[in-house]
């Protein structure tokens, strides 16, 4: 997997501040995509055992809320293994934080994923050009997406 960036303060994806990363490859084409740069699975640069490390340090502080995925979209399944050994060390290392994910497919397409299990919040959904929203604290590019609570669905 290759990631295209790492956001180490971030205010804008999900509630407080957050440490996030953008991970490369999406094969949805979404019309109006505000990241195209991130399509290409080969964008960016590997992700590795010390970029895991480096992502585990930053959220290891007290103001930072939690985690944040995006993409890219995280969901593709060649990222299936390597998220999956992030979140679970996550998880186990700073259970104290909260895990948002952000995907262009709709929850019922995701719902077998195994990343699910660590992940507290899903923002599901293409972006629809035409339902765009910029409205702050919504967490969502078009009203079509949904702020899914996945952490009460598990019990
Ligand atoms: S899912 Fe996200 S990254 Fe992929 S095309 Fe749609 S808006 Fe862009």
Redesign the pocket.
Known sequence: MNYIGISKYDTANGPGVRVSLFVSG?T???KG????E??PFDAGLPFTEETENEILNALDNRWVAGFSLL???PFEPEHEAALLHLLKRIRAELPGKTVWAWT?RVYDRVKGSPLLDFIDVLVDG??VEKLKTTKKGEWR?STNQRVIEIRPLQK
């Open positions: 999406c949805l084409r979404c995509c505000f990241n195209p991130s399509w993409g890219g979209d262009g293409p972006f590019g």
